[in-house]
């Protein structure tokens, strides 16, 4: 993929998701594409997005595993110190589904494990409220667990809007309609020629 020179880099997100978001058809209220945006300018910044290890390594960063974030929450006292391990589980499932879904396809925890993660962490948030903010964001949280595969699949589309598709990645959208049924999978195999077969648990492509 070819760099892009962005001047504003939460103009460029705003622009793009809501490019994304008005081609699905995906219903949201502004304060709730406002969040996502905020999120994905907050990730751009690696070191926003990685941790400190905790081996001791100072010079080293990880992406912790959601597993282990979900952990942290449960470990934590519940009010604002849990809900915002919650919400940090949340946004890293969103941007990580939504940014890097087709790579997912290739490993053992995939996308639609990333799915069911970010739903409950938002769930959580919705119903166990903290804070004011908490209270403020009740909407942003209710659409972002109600919506997740949808909007994962609008950031899809932004982080690939200039893509071009090999077969690798043809065989990798395949396995994440399998997995997920994603309309935006299904959609770009479309494009390319390829029909998935709908009905029935087992799905074949024509």
């Given at each position: 993929?070819g760099?892009?020179?962005?001047?504003?880099?939460?103009d460029?997100?705003?622009?793009?998701?809501?490019?994304?978001?008005?081609?699905?058809?995906?219903?949201a209220?502004?304060?709730?594409?406002h969040?996502?945006?905020?999120?994905?300018?907050?990730?751009?910044?690696?070191?926003n997005?990685?941790?400190?290890?905790?081996?001791?390594?100072?010079?080293?960063?990880?992406?912790?595993?959601?597993?282990?974030?979900?952990?942290?929450?449960?470990?934590?006292q519940p009010?604002?110190e849990?809900?915002?391990?919650?919400?940090?589980?949340?946004?890293?499932?969103?941007?990580?589904a939504?940014?890097f879904?087709?790579?997912?396809?290739?490993?053992s925890?995939?996308?639609?494990?990333?799915s069911?993660?970010?739903?409950?962490a938002?769930?959580?948030?919705?119903?166990?409220?903290?804070?004011?903010?908490?209270?403020?964001?009740a909407d942003?949280?209710?659409?972002?667990?109600?919506?997740?595969?949808?909007?994962?699949?609008a950031?899809?589309?932004?982080?690939?809007?200039?893509?071009?598709?090999?077969?690798?990645?043809?065989?990798?959208?395949?396995?994440?309609?399998?997995?997920?049924?994603s309309?935006?999978?299904?959609?770009?195999?479309q494009?390319l020629?390829?029909?998935?077969?709908?009905?029935?648990?087992?799905?074949?492509?024509?």
């Amino acid at each position: 993929m070819g760099l892009m020179t962005v001047t504003n880099l939460e103009d460029y997100f705003r622009d793009s998701l809501t490019r994304a978001t008005t081609a699905r058809a995906v219903i949201a209220g502004e304060a709730t594409q406002h969040y996502v945006v905020h999120v994905l300018v907050g990730f751009s910044r690696a070191e926003n997005l990685f941790e400190q290890s905790r081996n001791g390594e100072s010079n080293n960063f990880e992406l912790r595993p959601l597993a282990m974030m979900l952990a942290d929450a449960l470990d934590a006292q519940p009010g604002p110190e849990r809900n915002l391990q919650l919400r940090r589980m949340g946004d890293v499932a969103l941007f990580i589904a939504g940014f890097f879904g087709d790579s997912l396809a290739r490993r053992s925890v995939d996308i639609d494990y990333y799915s069911r993660m970010g739903e409950a962490a938002y769930s959580s948030l919705l119903n166990s409220p903290a804070s004011r903010r908490d209270e403020i964001l009740a909407d942003v949280y209710c659409e972002l667990s109600e919506k997740f595969l949808q909007f994962v699949d609008a950031l899809a589309d932004v982080a690939q809007e200039a893509r071009v598709f090999d077969e690798r990645d043809i065989l990798r959208l395949y396995d994440v309609w399998v997995r997920t049924g994603s309309e935006r999978a299904a959609e770009i195999l479309q494009r390319l020629g390829i029909e998935p077969a709908r009905g029935g648990t087992s799905r074949e492509m024509h």
